[in-house]
């Protein structure tokens, strides 16, 4: 059997109920096939960069397959069919992920960061972000946007 990477779009106005829906589907097609699907991941709804008939959301949902191509195939041919799905990919692999994602991953990484008060943070003190921590006295550096006064002393003749 083949290792497949398989990515789908759903319409933005699925529920995510739906969307499970979908994927139970989907993953009903692949077992009476005689595949496996290893792993599947929501990740959420997010913006396209161009329009995708009509949609500029859409519902993003990773499932890892394990499965002759027959079943790929059929699986395909019924997403095409299919009202809800408006886009999807299937790439064959060498080998699944056995973790998280890159996309998941990633998240987990925005999370984190977005904290208050972890050194990390942007702009909400600590941290070598904007407006972050203490850049002691810097003195005067003149230069542009600084208005200094001139002070004339008379010159004296000799």
Known sequence: MALYEHVFLTRQDASTAQVDALVEQFKGVIAAGGGKVAKVENWGV????????????????????????????????????????????????????????AQMRRRDDREERSSFGDDRSFGFGGGRGFGGGDRGDRGDRGGRGRREERVETPVEAS
């Open 46 to 101: 997010k913006t396209i960069s161009f329009r995708i008939k009509k949609n500029r959301k859409a519902h993003y949902t990773l499932m890892n397959i394990d499965s002759p191509p027959a079943a790929v195939a059929e699986m395909e041919r019924q997403m095409s069919i299919s009202e809800d799905v408006i886009r999807y990919i299937t790439v064959k692999v060498e080998a699944l992920e056995d973790g998280p994602s």
